[in-house]
């Protein structure tokens, strides 16, 4: 029997971690937004990618409307792939394994923002007092 935390036992990180897990349908979202933005575009089609393809469709080129027709599906695939990719680092509770080319992409997007956060980041020297700790909660069984 799963117990459902009440809002007095639930922690920050248990509301984030709830709060984010409604994100983790970012993806169907995004494939949502994108189709809306698809029949948008070929029904204005004064710009941009439905532009070229309805003009190249008027000259007769075909093979120009099935390269564009191609690289709308590449964009909302490659938007898809990431989203996928980056949600086992943002929801780890979500199970999904992280493998270690994973790991390495991470690593590799994430060096100079790391190195750039060592450089600005307060040192703390010895003589410092510890940071503060929050103090113990009394167990409410034991009373």
Known sequence: MDHEPTSVEM????????AAS?????????GASWTA??????????????????????????????AGIILIG???LVTDQALQFFSRFLFPWQGKPVDGFSRGVMATLTYVPRKIYGMVRPRRSPSDPPPHQPPEVADASAI
């Open 11 to 18: 922690t920050p990180k248990d509301a984030a971690k709830s």
């Open 22 to 30: 409604k994100l983790f349908d970012l993806r169907i979202m995004i």
């Open 37 to 66: 933005l698809m029949i948008a575009e070929l029904i204005g089609e004064k710009s941009g990618l439905s532009r070229f393809i309805s003009q190249q469709a008027r000259y007769q080129h075909y093979e120009m409307v099935y």
């Open 74 to 76: 590449l964009i909302g």
